[in-house]
Structures are given as structure tokens and as C-alpha cells.
């Protein structure tokens, strides 16, 4: 966690690593459970607020410019009393309870790089209370900072990133997740794969052990490659995967790809639009959804109207 001295004067006896979802205001931890979403250009966003957003979404100099001002909001603090000694904890426990929360929930998504950055300073008012203000943004390469340096900040500040959620959550994200995928010929014939995740790349891996209790890793830059070899292998025993990553209606951007390529996005192949749907390519979908590798290409260059090289993927 990076701060500024008025933020440290401040924490005082405030331990974050003790907190959680339960510490959340119950109208921020409602729009924590709705989730994240991301743009078509990349932008990640709090489902909960970018719904009620009534601004111009195509006004902003950049993505980072847009996801702070989506995604920020000050923390609920009507109910607390106004003297400092009484109101300070309070409302710091709530503040960072909620950055911390919504960047265990990007990370849940596979959101990658997400900072939320916390915020205190006096309200233009008489009795000029402590107020609280929280926002998320991404690390986009190429764009400057939303914080570069909290030093130089006015206010009390502090970044936080995923390493800084409390030590249980760590080990548990440590912790290798495993999926089942079903691989079907769409005649009855099937298996159920069984499939343990890394939980960090790249190049990330994708272990997957067969019904006779062989396995397989395949490893790739990212998890969709990785998803893709096994394709591959499941259509050459007659196979297709049953599952989101192998929908032909699905498309990735460089900032999924940067963020593991866990999640890709639904589109629209007859308006030729990207929604801002996200689907998790190891959740499943029926036969009747999926595609081949190859019909998954085609699929692709239809849309886009690019002309395919004929590229091949690596066995």
C-alpha cells in the first residue's frame, strides 16, 4: 500500500488487513455483488455504478479518466457522528473495507491490475467533518497514473493493489482452482475433464486429468491459449469442449489478453457489435453453442473483416 504522511497520521490504530465485506456499507457491498464489467475499450467498471451513471461515457481524455470517475464514490458516513475522536475509525474501516473489497472482487473475475485508491479530506461545511472517498482504476500501458505519486498529493491518500488483501485471502488465492469441463461429441458420447488452474502467469498453465486418470498441462501465455491447445486435442478424439471458451460469438481484447485471458466478450455477429457482456471461458455452455477451433477462426474474421494468415497454433 503506498500513502502520504496525512494518510499515516490518520490509520493511526486502523489495521486494514483485518477487514472485509462485512465492513461494507450496504449500498456499496450491493454494488459489489453485481460485479465488474469492462468496455469495449477497455475500461473496467463497477456494474453497480456505471448502470446509474448519467454522464457522457465518450467524454473522457482516456480509459483511466473513466473508470475513476464511474467508479468513484464517497462512502456512506450520514449515520456517523461529526467529531473526529468518534467518526475517524469509523469511517477509514469502511473506506478501506470497500476498496479492498471491490479489488478482491476484480481479482475473483480475473480483472488484473486493478488499484483502488482511498481518499480523505474536510467537507465545505460549518462543522467541517472528516469525509471519505473511494475509486478503482486499471494500469493501462501507455497512460500516466491516476496516482503517480501520493506524496504530492493534496489530502490524505493511499493506493492499494491485490497484494494488500489480508493474509487469508492471499493463501487462499494461493490455493490452485480447479473446474470440470465436459467434452462431447453431441451424440452421447462424452467425458468429464477435470482441470487444476495456476493461479498466476504468464505463461500460465491448465493441468488437466482424463476419466483414466491421465493428465496433461498445457501452457500458454494465456489461459485461452491454453484452453485453445486442449481444444484442439479433445476435436482430434472427435470432442468439442463444452464451454464459454469455445463459443464461436466470443472475442477477446488486449486488455483481457493483458489481464490472463480468463474472460472474453459476447458479440453480436449479426449487429457486428462487441457487447459489454463478459463471459469466464471454463464456465460451460451447451453443445449446441460451441464451435470447432477452426469454425471459431472463421467466426472471427467474419466479424472483424480481417483476412486470415493462415497462422497455426502451436501443439
Not at 476498496?99 to 481479482?107: C, P, T, V
Not at 497512460?143 to 506524496?151: H, K, V
Request: hydrophobic share 35%; proline share 5%.
Amino acid at each position: 500500500m503506498r500513502t502520504n504522511d496525512a494518510m499515516r497520521r490518520l490509520l493511526g490504530d486502523v489495521d486494514v488487513r483485518e477487514l472485509g465485506i462485512d465492513d461494507v456499507p450496504g449500498g456499496l457491498r450491493s454494488v459489489l455483488e453485481r460485479g465488474w464489467t469492462a468496455t469495449g475499450d477497455g475500461a473496467y467498471l463497477l456494474r453497480g455504478f456505471l448502470d446509474g451513471y448519467v454522464g457522457d461515457l465518450d467524454a473522457f481524455q482516456d480509459v483511466v479518466a473513466l473508470e475513476t470517475a464511474v467508479n468513484g464514490r464517497a462512502v456512506t458516513d450520514f449515520d456517523l457522528p461529526l467529531k473526529d475522536r468518534h467518526r475517524r475509525r469509523p469511517l477509514l474501516r469502511r473506506a478501506f473495507a470497500f476498496a479492498l473489497s471491490g479489488l478482491a472482487a476484480a481479482e475473483d473475475q480475473g480483472l488484473r491490475g486493478m488499484r483502488a485508491h482511498v481518499s480523505l479530506s474536510r467537507a465545505a461545511t460549518e462543522e467541517r467533518p472528516l469525509t471519505a472517498h473511494v475509486t478503482f482504476c486499471g494500469v493501462h500501458p501507455g497512460l500516466p497514473p491516476y496516482l503517480a505519486d501520493p506524496e504530492t498529493a493534496q489530502g490524505a491518500v493511499a493506493e492499494l493493489s491485490v497484494a494488500d488483501l489480508p493474509r487469508q485471502r492471499a493463501e487462499v488465492r494461493r490455493s490452485p482452482e480447479t473446474v470440470s469441463l465436459l467434452a462431447s461429441d453431441g451424440c452421447g458420447r462424452g467425458e468429464e475433464l477435470q482441470l487444476t488452474l495456476s493461479d498466476h502467469g504468464p505463461p500460465f498453465r491448465v493441468e488437466v486429468t482424463r476419466e483414466s486418470g491421465a493428465r496433461t498441462t498445457y501452457e500458454g501465455n494465456t489461459y485461452g491459449i491454453c484452453l485453445a491447445k486442449l481444444q484442439l486435442d479433445m476435436e482430434d478424439e472427435g470432442l468439442q469442449l463444452c464451454c464459454q471458451g469455445a463459443r464461436p460469438d466470443t472475442m477477446s481484447s488486449s486488455l483481457l489478453h493483458a489481464s490472463g485471458g480468463r474472460h472474453l466478450y459476447l458479440v453480436d455477429p449479426v449487429a457486428k457489435k462487441i457487447t459489454d457482456e463478459l463471459v469466464d471461458i471454463f464456465d460451460p455452455a451447451p453443445y449446441e453453442a460451441v464451435a470447432t477451433y477452426a469454425e471459431q477462426r472463421k467466426a472471427f474474421f467474419d466479424f472483424t473483416g480481417m483476412t486470415d494468415s493462415g497462422w497455426q497454433m502451436p501443439r
